[in-house]
């Protein structure tokens, strides 16, 4: 496992934090109240693991497979509907669209091998990620990738506690399947739009791994 680089400046400033608290309490309080000092440090200390945590990245054998469509995040799937989009298509796609909780890994991959062809970020509310409008009314980034004859949309969107969203790809870009595409702190939601008839592979509720998981198969 190792910790993701946009996590380098947040684990710094929690554990500067976690440091002078810790440090802060045994020195000035009351010796009386040792107590309150163990429970406040463990209390502390959990908050830093659980920063750490956030930012990790497990070591996991990606999917390669030319085909498929790869799940662009961890997490549970939650929509898998058709919906009429209105940024890119201009027409009916599949959604399948992944809630990730804050205890999931936050790193987003790229679906599919192909080349980016549209990319736009958009401002918007702070809406609970699994909100149906969320996906129109939410901050988001929109990513449209190019494989073969299909073009699939990736969207990263922000949820009541994601506050930034990070994306690394740009218009142009040919990109490889399981490759990192971005980041979301804290929360969130990430959509795929497909063409109608792909095959999916995955089912509401069900777990998912970015990278790993098949959501589905393009025809």
């Known amino acids: ?26 020195w000035f309080l009351d010796p009386s109240l040792l107590w309150l000092c163990i429970i406040i440090f463990f209390i502390s200390l959990l908050f830093l693991l659980f920063i750490v ?4 990245i497990p070591n996991r054998k990606l999917t390669i497979k030319d085909n498929q469509i790869i799940a662009p995040a961890d997490g549970k799937v939650v929509v898998i509907e058709n919906h009429f989009d209105e940024e890119y298509f201009k027409e009916t796609r599949l959604q399948v669209s992944i809630f990730m909780s804050p ?18 970020y958009h401002k918007g509310k ?17 990513v449209v990738i190019r494989s073969g004859h299909n073009e699939i949309l990736v969207k990263q969107i922000a949820g009541a506690l994601a506050k930034r969203i990070v ?28 063409p109608v008839d792909t095959k999916i592979e995955v089912k509401l509720n069900q777990t998912v791994k970015g990278g790993v998981t098949v959501i589905g198969e393009l025809r």
């Open 1 to 26: 496992m190792t910790i993701h680089r946009e996590g380098f400046k947040s684990i710094a400033i929690a554990t500067l934090i976690f440091g002078i608290l810790n440090v802060s309490l045994f």
């Open 167 to 194: 994306n690394y790809l740009e218009v142009g870009q040919n990109v490889k399947q399981g490759e990192e595409m971005g980041f979301i702190k804290f929360g969130s939601r990430v959509d795929l739009l497909l």
């Open 126 to 142: 702070y809406l609970v990620a699994w909100h149906p409008k969320s996906s129109t009314d939410n901050e988001r980034h929109s």
């Open 53 to 56: 945590s956030f930012f990790r």
């Open 103 to 120: 205890a999931n890994v936050h790193v987003n991959r790229n679906p599919v091998s192909g080349e980016v062809i549209y990319n736009k």
